[in-house]
């Protein structure tokens, strides 16, 4: 069964250093997204992503965060200058047709800032 | 009132029991509902789609009332395997809106 995966599985930083998040989504998906859980809180929504552009993003998603597309595979989240407060598991997720009928989510990446 | 409001739990119950979940949603033009499982540390993974007034698939059921914007999860014959965090979802737009979640605990 196709399936959503992410690297690395736990990244540890200093504070103001810059981070990138990998994700594979499953091969015929069309839409991705990313949300993020802060420890012991609900999930997040960050962005979502179509046709090579940010189809919407929330609030939390400001100027140190962008994503990418670099080949046809990889979907990518930077931060470009951490703070404690990302600290959070970040999930990757992916859908065929973008009615999100069924986002299938990768298994996160827990960033830890120190 | 919060987008997506779920009974906050813990729900503590033996193998075998009925337990029952609520959440009820702020958005009265949703059309789909979903809830999904979570457990510790891993990716939430759907359990069900909710689209009219409700939805079963062996053991669970969900049901769906919009004039109330309310939806349940029945869960029957609890297994110890079913322990985990049960998440409601309430789509909106181009992402998924995730309630807090409600914490089920089976013990033997």
């Known amino acids: 069964e196709p399936e959503v995966t992410q690297t690395p599985s736990h990244q540890v930083t200093q504070m103001g250093q810059e981070v990138i998040l990998r994700c594979v989504p499953i091969?015929?998906?069309?839409?991705f997204y990313w949300y993020r859980q802060i420890l012991g809180q609900k999930v997040e929504f960050l962005v979502s992503f179509y046709n090579n552009e940010i189809s919407e993003k929330s609030e939390i998603f400001d100027d140190q965060f962008s994503v990418e597309r670099p080949d046809g595979s990889n979907f990518t989240l930077k931060i470009r200058s951490t703070k404690l407060e990302d600290s959070a598991m970040y999930f990757c997720?992916?859908?065929?047709?973008?009615?999100?009928?069924?986002?299938?989510f990768g298994p996160g990446t827990r960033l830890t800032v120190l | 009132r919060k987008e997506v409001e779920q009974d906050p739990g813990p729900f503590n119950v033996p193998e075998g029991a009925t337990v029952a979940f609520n959440c009820t949603y702020s958005n009265s033009a949703s059309q789909s509902f979903f809830w999904y499982r979570q457990d510790c540390r891993k990716e939430p993974k759907l359990l069900m789609s909710v689209y009219s007034s409700g939805n079963e698939d062996g053991r669970f059921t969900a049901q769906l009332n919009r004039a109330s914007q309310y939806i349940s999860l029945l869960i029957r014959d609890s297994k110890l395997s079913d322990s985990a965090t049960y998440l409601c979802v309430v789509p909106l737009y181009n992402k998924l809106i995730f309630g807090a979640g409600t914490r089920l605990a089976v013990h033997p």
């Open positions: 997720a992916s859908e065929t047709a973008g009615r999100t009928d069924t986002q299938y």
């Open positions: 091969s015929n998906h069309l839409y």
